[in-house]
């Protein structure tokens, strides 16, 4: 159901999204008071970002996995927004030549 899948991407972003703003708080927060960490800190803060980060960035592959394991029309709809983006406004040739032909 939308409801499901409503939720479901919301929670999915949320759990990927939620680490990297929270180390965008801590960065701005250290900095704002002027703590400086040693250097084993600096090495796990900078482990932890890059973690976050990659969490965050990996939604952009998720979320499809997750639209197409979750809406059976997915996969078909998404084959048809590929071709209208590459076609663009006016139209594949062969979708012209198709239609001429039904109208001839």
């Known amino acids: 159901s939308i409801h499901r899948l409503l939720l479901t991407s919301v929670c999915v972003q949320f759990v990927l999204w939620t680490p990297y703003y929270t180390t965008l708080l801590v960065h701005t927060l250290s900095g704002v008071q002027g703590k400086y960490l040693n250097r084993p800190q600096i090495t796990t803060y900078y482990f932890v970002r890059y973690l976050s980060e990659l969490l965050a960035f990996s939604s952009s592959f998720a ?9 059976k029309n997915f996969s078909h709809k998404l084959q048809r927004l590929l071709k209208k983006l590459h076609c663009g406004d006016r139209g594949c040739s062969h979708e012209r030549s198709v239609v001429q032909q039904v109208v001839t």
């Open 63 to 71: 979320m499809p996995l997750m639209y197409w394991r979750m809406n």
